[in-house]
């Protein structure tokens, strides 16, 4: 009996480092499985059950790292605030998290949090956009400027030029910054609205159907994207 003791020490040792370490690689597994399914809502369920399976910090920051833009795609906002809120009590936060954030409370309407990121995040087009969100068009006119001075290239800046002017009812002056904006941004859903919605208020209401197709089956490809 003696000598079979050391025997069933080290197989015992053994089998709880194996299942250890079949627990430690479960939650990666199933990021990699989500990667590989081309169902996004399938792809999501398996990214939400490597997030239940983690149990290490380790394991939970990569997992919720890996889901953030998944999420934000599908329109998860719950759960991509909840993502960033356990990666705060982690001490574990990107910068890239605090996007996520300020876009998911923006789009739930909670202003207040969504500026909060936006500025930790540091960036202007973010901050713009939440005030043009919240029709705080003098402070969002006021960054955009900015933006145009810093890089008069960048077509994002355009467009939220484009919208500040819509929204004051100054529409050839908001068809003037969407037009230098579509070159760059042919494939933009938020470029066709803009532009359906600026030849409507113009009066050319054939103009703004077609635009209106033009974003209707941007929308489609995404979608389909999406669920495919």
């Given at each position: 009996m003696k000598n079979k003791k050391p025997v069933i020490i080290t197989a015992t040792t053994m089998i709880v480092l194996g299942l250890f370490l079949f627990a430690y690689i479960l939650p990666y597994l199933f990021v990699w499985i989500a990667y590989g399914e081309p169902n996004n809502t399938v792809e999501i369920s398996q990214l939400k059950k490597a997030h239940s399976l983690a149990f290490m910090k380790s394991q939970k920051v990569f997992v919720m790292n890996s889901s953030m833009s998944t999420l934000l795609l599908a329109q998860?906002?719950?759960?991509?605030?909840?993502?960033?809120?356990?990666?705060?009590?982690?001490?574990a936060i990107q910068k890239s998290d605090r996007y996520?954030?300020?876009y998911a409370y923006r789009e739930k309407g909670d202003f207040e949090n969504a500026l909060?990121?936006?500025k930790d995040y540091g960036e202007d087009s973010l901050l713009a956009r939440v005030y043009i969100k919240m029709k705080d068009f003098d402070k969002a006119d006021?960054?955009?400027?900015?933006?145009?001075?810093?890089?008069?290239?960048?077509p994002q800046s355009y467009l939220y030029k484009s919208e500040i002017e819509l929204s004051r009812g100054n529409y050839k002056k908001a068809e003037f910054y969407i037009n230098k904006t579509l070159p760059m941004m042919k494939n933009s859903i938020e470029v066709w609205r803009l532009k359906s919605e600026i030849a409507s208020k113009l009066?050319?209401?054939?103009?703004?159907?077609?635009y209106e197709n033009r974003?209707?089956?941007?929308?489609?490809?995404?979608?389909?994207?999406?669920?495919e």
């Amino acid at each position: 009996m003696k000598n079979k003791k050391p025997v069933i020490i080290t197989a015992t040792t053994m089998i709880v480092l194996g299942l250890f370490l079949f627990a430690y690689i479960l939650p990666y597994l199933f990021v990699w499985i989500a990667y590989g399914e081309p169902n996004n809502t399938v792809e999501i369920s398996q990214l939400k059950k490597a997030h239940s399976l983690a149990f290490m910090k380790s394991q939970k920051v990569f997992v919720m790292n890996s889901s953030m833009s998944t999420l934000l795609l599908a329109q998860d906002y719950d759960t991509v605030i909840e993502y960033v809120n356990e990666l705060e009590k982690l001490n574990a936060i990107q910068k890239s998290d605090r996007y996520f954030a300020s876009y998911a409370y923006r789009e739930k309407g909670d202003f207040e949090n969504a500026l909060k990121y936006a500025k930790d995040y540091g960036e202007d087009s973010l901050l713009a956009r939440v005030y043009i969100k919240m029709k705080d068009f003098d402070k969002a006119d006021k960054i955009v400027d900015k933006m145009i001075n810093d890089n008069p290239q960048k077509p994002q800046s355009y467009l939220y030029k484009s919208e500040i002017e819509l929204s004051r009812g100054n529409y050839k002056k908001a068809e003037f910054y969407i037009n230098k904006t579509l070159p760059m941004m042919k494939n933009s859903i938020e470029v066709w609205r803009l532009k359906s919605e600026i030849a409507s208020k113009l009066g050319r209401q054939a103009d703004a159907k077609d635009y209106e197709n033009r974003q209707k089956q941007l929308e489609f490809k995404i979608h389909t994207k999406v669920q495919e």
